[in-house]
């Protein structure tokens, strides 16, 4: 359980501890019965928009990664990025990427920046699942109901002023009114063309190349490894001329003892 200034209440983002056979849990999360981390558990009557209602709901909702308590997928991460694809930030998800766990993630990336800069923060937010997003945010920010509630802080009053738009390569797949209008970017902004949407899922599709390496790694071993890994794409991205290549290149550098840079990258 993680108890944010945001969420006071607190919100289940699981562990990084091996679960046990057939258990989908750990040791620890098993004697506290901390089982009920999935949207469905969350939902309630104002949550409509998010789930498969038949009339209003969103044809398009994350499912939980735990299904009777048996681990179904591993689990991965959810990161931030520019559209011109530098990687802000990211954070392991232990279960589902749900709507509360995505907000966390880009609760905790904005209270990285110092309050004073946050006014040149973007305001646009683009998402694959932002219909849900934007509703569960709008149905919690700033309401006093216990376990139904954001706070007001510096990084949920900033997501409160962002517009909530699906990116275009999942927007085809969104089939509710408000999904084609209010959340469609070509639709309701103007400008949107000269804005690269689908960033992040050409970014996955590079790190595709290193997921069964990666997927036998320890929680800590993982997260140095892709902060080693994001390092080198935005310095790719930025300034390097080319150096560093979207391909296996990226495990094969040496480390220097002397001055801690890399010495040699081969084919």
């Excluded at 944010?4 to 999360?29: A, H, M, Q, W």
């Excluded at 994350?62 to 308590?69: G, P, T």
């Excluded at 890994?229 to 310095?235: E, K, Q, T, V």
């Amino acid at each position: 359980m993680l108890v944010t200034s945001e969420f006071p209440d607190g919100i289940y983002v699981g562990c990084g501890n091996t679960p046990k056979s057939k258990s989908g849990l750990c040791e620890r999360c098993k004697e506290e019965e901390i089982i009920h981390d999935n949207e469905t558990y969350l939902k309630t009557n104002d949550d409509k928009g998010i789930y498969d209602d038949p009339t209003t709901g969103c044809n398009v909702s994350r499912e939980d990664r735990f299904v009777d308590m048996e681990k179904k997928i591993s689990q991965g991460i959810i990161y931030t990025l520019s559209p011109c694809g530098i990687i802000i930030g990211f954070d392991e998800v232990y279960h589902s990427e749900s709507c509360y766990i995505a907000l966390w993630h880009l609760f905790r990336m904005i209270s990285l920046v110092d309050n004073q800069h946050h006014q040149f923060l973007p305001n646009i937010l683009i998402y694959n699942n932002a219909c849900s997003l934007y509703t569960y945010f709008w149905n919690r920010y700033d309401k006093i109901e216990i376990n139904r509630r954001i706070l007001q802080t510096p990084s949920s009053n900033l997501i409160s002023r962002c517009l909530f738009f699906i990116d275009r390569f999942h927007q085809q797949n969104h089939k509710r009114p408000m999904c084609q209008k209010e959340r469609n970017i070509d639709y309701a902004y103007k400008g949107a063309i000269k804005i690269n949407t689908e960033a992040a899922e050409q970014r996955n599709s590079i790190l595709k190349q290193y997921q069964n390496a990666l997927s036998s790694y320890s929680s800590k071993k993982i997260r140095i490894t892709y902060l080693i890994l994001f390092h080198l794409m935005n310095a790719e991205r930025n300034m390097c001329d080319g150096q560093f290549e979207y391909n296996r290149n990226y495990a094969q550098g040496n480390f220097s003892a002397n001055d801690n840079s890399f010495n040699t990258i081969s084919d």
